[in-house]
């Protein structure tokens, strides 16, 4: 299940959001995913009121940034009935619990919790007592931490998707740690998937390939927009990719059945080996190692039956340098 998460990267318009729908869209990701704050129930005054002058800035103060990046309600209406209209489920992160209440209105059919609120149980506990699904990031958190979260989640359903995470942006391969996927699935029995803020897309198709049932990517239109995550986004052709390669993961996982395949059948006949006669072989003669010589094609008996034909007693006239018949393993042999 692939999310595409456009986070606040329509810096607060509705158009631009929009725009993020339909890239999301025409990428075939399963959802596109949004963030819901109300912005002064998730800061105190003083952190409202700081000065935000950086590169990203979208506002003087950090507080009139935040705000700034928010859709406004009647906006968000209209964004789930551009969802609707171009077919990609519509999902989002509440940041406290109005919004998500405010989401629950909009019908959203599963809740994401970032990072940030793993910790914060009385949000955990509010979204759970939805009874909607919950995906979990983790990034940021120690393995405690997450059992909390979970077992929180857990007194009020079991529908849960961990989201394995490292909280840095853009993050470096080295700090991936990749292998936590199978190790949250281990210690908590349940559905895990990967939240990547890295570059490029090898590692979260590898993550896919490790078991991330759920992959979640930021994108923007253009990464040189200003706003504080497009650095750290995919843009539209690199979402194309990373879906298309993930489905072909998907489909390279297969089955843990090891067969002959259809598709391997004329090769194994072509390349393969079989049992032939080393030289001219008489009916009634009886098989020695040195009647046996091992060639292509391999539509014969195979090479690993080679020590059954010895002592077998030919039935029939066998010309040299001729596949040994399929039904000689069931020759007499010398008593």
């Not at 986070?7 to 158009?15: D, M, Q, S």
């Not at 292998?179 to 896919?208: K, M, N, P, Q, W």
């Not at 002959?260 to 393969?272: K, N």
Request: glycine share 6%; hydrophobic share 40%; net charge neutral.
């Amino acid at each position: 299940f692939i999310i595409a998460e456009a986070g606040v990267n329509h810096n607060g318009e509705l158009a631009l959001a929009k725009q993020l729908v339909e890239v999301a869209a025409h990428a075939h990701a399963d959802a596109v995913k949004l963030q819901k704050r109300t912005v002064e129930d998730i800061l105190i005054r003083s952190a409202l009121a700081a000065p935000y002058t950086g590169p990203n800035s979208l506002g003087a103060t950090y507080g009139e940034h935040r705000q700034r990046l928010e859709l406004s309600e009647p906006a968000w209406r209209e964004l789930a009935g551009e969802c609707r209209r171009v077919g990609i489920t519509l999902l989002a992160s509440p940041w406290d619990p109005r919004s998500a209440d405010f989401l629950e209105t909009l019908g959203v059919p599963a809740f994401k919790l970032a990072s940030a609120d793993l910790t914060n149980l009385p949000l955990v506990e509010h979204v759970a007592r939805k009874k909607r699904p919950i995906l979990l990031s983790t990034g940021m958190s120690e393995l405690d931490e997450i059992e909390d979260a979970v077992a929180a989640v857990r007194r009020h359903h079991d529908e849960l998707v961990l989201l394995h995470c490292t909280s840095a942006y853009p993050c470096e391969y080295a700090e991936l740690n990749l292998r936590v996927i199978d190790a949250l699935r281990r210690r908590f029995d349940c559905l895990v998937g990967y939240s990547g803020h890295e570059r490029g897309l090898a590692t979260t198709e590898a993550a896919v390939a490790l078991g991330a049932c759920v992959v979640e990517r930021h994108f923007t239109l253009d990464r040189t927009m200003r706003g504080p995550d497009h650095a750290a986004s995919l843009e539209p052709r690199g979402l194309e990719l990373l879906v298309r390669d993930i489905r072909h993961v998907e489909a390279a996982l297969g089955s843990a059945e090891k067969r002959v395949l259809p598709s391997e059948v004329p090769v194994r006949q072509r390349l393969a080996k079989s049992v032939v006669a080393a030289r001219d072989i008489p009916a009634g003669h009886t098989l020695t190692r040195e009647d046996l010589a091992v060639k292509g094609p391999g539509t014969g008996v195979s090479p690993r039956h080679l020590p059954r034909l010895v002592g077998v007693v030919a039935e029939r006239a066998i010309a040299g340098d001729t596949l040994i018949p399929l039904d000689a393993l069931g020759w007499r042999r010398t008593p």
